[in-house]
């Protein structure tokens, strides 16, 4: 007879091995010492196994009271491995959806992992919007009247984007649920194109080549922080997004190839994005070498140096030069735009335009295309580019 004694002093051997504990009931000993129960039994003439835990969490007592329930079952025409699945299924169908989304978030946003800023906006939405709401009621019975008039309050309200943001939570959520066994569907689809669209949002920028020109003047003589210049110089030649270029490392520049390469954590696309750079850009990035070369981050806070400058610094800096001149004309999301249109019209391939302003690629079989990022031809554009805004520059003087 086993006893708690002998599987408490069961030792591992180099290959797993089982010990028989009762009619079948047994011990799996594990190569790596963890003791699993087994119960082994024929149904239809088809033999089976089903798990009932791990010793010593699941005791002696505890295997014996399940394998008495089992024989029961067996005796009444029943498998005891369906019965478990069926009782699985249906618990997973009682979960709430505050537990779903909750475990949803888990899941997709592992601590440690992505952007944590985003994860906990994420999280403040579905509290203040969605869990007072809903989050009680099981998964399985919201409808779609329900979620729709949520979403339609949020947008009442004049956040019509936060509604659709809070929407595409939901469908996710749904979506995840459905993969899980926890919902039969993804309901945000029965009211999909009924939310409002807010309208598009253009950030003010400059397009005309006198008043580029002009501007590019006044940012070379821009008497601010040396570090806060440079920003400023090198986010009208590359065009990054402003957290992107506060957020850059020196361990990103390779500036012997002129590369410099943003992480996938710091892309709004989710995707690691390689720029080639001009020769402007790499003297900036050279002479701000000896002021924050000693620091993880290019352009650092000015409090900390172990933190990056706020990605609102370079809009400050626009406010800031002549008095506030250039307030509501640019910001320096608008290099991008600024860029976009010049090349567009100096007839660079659309292709290679977006795929240096780092768009995502609506088209699936064309987006196969672009793993060769078009890099010989993105290096000749940001040359060009440069060479064409300091020429405005210079002709303006």
């Known amino acids: 007879m086993i006893t708690d004694l002998k599987l ?4 591992s051997k180099a290959k797993d091995y089982s010990l028989n504990v009762d009619t079948g009931l ?5 190569a790596t010492g963890s003791k699993l129960w087994r119960f082994r039994y024929s149904f239809l003439g088809k033999r089976c196994m089903i798990s009932l835990g791990k010793y010593p969490q699941v005791s002696i007592r505890d295997a014996k009271t399940k394998q008495r329930e089992y024989f029961d079952m067996l005796d009444k025409g029943i498998n005891p491995s369906s019965h478990k699945q069926a009782q699985k299924i249906k618990l997973a169908t009682e979960k709430q959806f505050l537990e779903v989304a909750l475990e949803w978030h888990a899941k997709r946003y592992k601590e440690g992992e992505g952007n944590a800023r985003y994860a906990k906006l994420i999280m403040q939405r579905m509290e203040n919007y969605l869990f007072p709401v809903i989050g009680k009621i099981k998964v399985k019975d919201i409808e779609a009247p329900m979620l729709f008039n949520i979403m339609e309050k949020i947008q009442d309200s ?3 984007e936060t509604g659709k943001i809070v929407n595409s939570y939901c469908s996710l959520i749904f979506r995840y649920g459905v993969a899980k066994g926890y919902c039969s569907r993804d309901i945000t689809q029965d009211y999909k194109g009924m939310l409002k669209n807010g309208k598009t949002k253009h950030m003010p920028t ?25 920003a400023l110089l090198i986010s009208a030649y590359v065009f990054v997004r402003p957290s992107e270029l506060a957020n850059s490392k020196w361990e990103y520049i390779d500036l012997e ?5 943003i992480p996938a954590e710091h892309m709004k696309m989710k995707r690691d994005h390689l720029i080639p750079f001009p020769f402007q850009v790499k003297e900036i990035l050279e002479s701000l070498l000896p002021i924050t070369g000693h620091c993880p981050y290019i352009f650092h806070s000015p409090r900390d140096a172990d933190k990056p400058m706020n990605s609102e610094a370079v809009n400050n800096a626009l406010r800031r030069i002549e ?3 250039y307030k509501g004309r640019i910001v320096s999301h608008g290099f991008r735009s600024m860029a976009s249109t010049t090349l567009n019209e100096h007839k660079f391939k659309p292709d290679v335009i977006e795929k240096q302003l780092a768009h995502q690629e609506t088209n699936k079989v064309r987006g196969a295309y672009n793993h060769a990022e078009y890099l010989e031809e993105r ?8 060479n064409y805004l300091d020429n405005l520059r210079l002709m303006n003087k």
């Open 8 to 11: 408490r002093n069961a030792k």
């Open 26 to 30: 047994s011990i799996l000993v594990k």
């Open 158 to 160: 004049g956040t019509i």
């Open 206 to 230: 400059l397009t005309d080549p006198n008043e580029i020109a002009q501007l590019l003047k006044d940012m070379q003589n821009f008497n601010g922080q040396i570090i806060i210049k440079s």
């Open 257 to 261: 190839n002129s590369q410099w390469l």
């Open 323 to 325: 008095g506030g001149k």
């Open 379 to 386: 290096t000749k554009m940001m040359q060009w580019y440069a």
